[in-house]
């Protein structure tokens, strides 16, 4: 009996990991696809938007 319940609970907690390792993965395609993809030269959470603001600073 002591062996169907640890059994029984290794299950459960391989079930819930990998259901937590779908969220994790879903919010990160949700990203991804928010962002027109993720670059690594110039990481942003915000795309480029036509009605910005032109830079002004004097380099």
Do not use: C, K, N, W
């Amino acid at each position: 009996m002591r062996e169907y319940e640890s059994l029984r609970a290794e299950i459960a907690q391989r079930v819930t990991s990998r259901m937590q390792m779908l969220g994790f993965s879903g919010v990160i395609a949700a990203l991804a696809a928010g962002t027109d993809g993720v670059s690594l030269h110039r990481p942003s959470l915000y795309p480029d938007s036509p009605t910005a603001l032109p830079d002004t600073s004097d380099d």
